[in-house]
C-alpha cells in the first residue's frame, strides 16, 4: 500500500513560482532546502493549507549534465504550448474561487463552465503548467 505524497511540476523561475502558488493560489509552504553539496540545488515545495500529506515540487528545469540542453529547450517549449503538467484543484463552490483567484490576479483561460461532472474552470500557472479548477457533483461516480 502507498501513498501520493508529492508531484513535480517544472518552472521556468522558482521564486516567481513560489510567489504565484503562494501569495495567489493561497498554498503554504512546505520545504524550501538548499543543498550546497549538490550545486545549490533547490527541494521547494508548496501545497494546500489543511492537507499537509500532499506537496508539489517546484522543480526548475535542469540544466547539463543532468538534462542536455535540447532535451531542456523541448521542455520549455512543450510548457510554452500548455502541454507541460496538470494540476487537479477542486473545490465546494467553483465560482466563488473564481472570483476570489480573479481578485488576485489570476488569468483564467476557461471560466466556470456546468459539465456532466461539475462545474469546471482552468487556467495557467505563471510556467505554463496547466491548473483544472472543479467543483464535483456529489452524485458522480456514485
Known amino acids: 500500500m502507498f501513498k501520493i505524497g508529492s508531484m513535480q511540476v517544472w518552472v521556468h523561475d522558482q521564486d516567481e513560482a ?4 503562494t501569495r495567489k493560489l493561497g498554498m503554504e509552504v512546505r ?5 550546497p553539496e549538490l ?3 533547490r527541494w521547494l515545495t508548496v501545497g494546500p ?3 499537509p500529506d500532499i506537496s508539489i515540487v517546484l522543480m526548475p528545469i535542469p ?3 543532468m538534462m542536455d540542453r535540447e532535451t531542456g529547450d523541448a521542455v520549455r517549449e512543450l ?3 500548455g502541454v507541460g503538467a496538470t494540476i487537479f484543484l477542486t ?3 467553483c465560482r466563488k474561487a473564481y472570483e476570489e483567484l480573479s481578485a488576485r490576479g ?3 483561460v476557461e471560466p466556470p463552465e456546468e459539465r456532466p461532472y461539475g462545474i469546471d474552470s482552468g487556467f495557467r500557472d505563471v510556467s505554463g503548467n496547466h491548473i483544472r479548477l472543479t467543483q464535483v457533483y456529489d452524485s458522480v461516480g456514485s
Open 18 to 21: 513560489l510567489q504565484f502558488y
Open 31 to 35: 520545504s524550501d532546502v538548499t543543498v
Open 39 to 41: 550545486g545549490n540545488f
Open 49 to 51: 493549507v489543511g492537507q
Open 63 to 65: 540544466q547539463p549534465p
Open 79 to 81: 510548457m510554452s504550448k
Open 91 to 93: 473545490t465546494d463552490d
Open 106 to 108: 489570476v488569468e483564467f
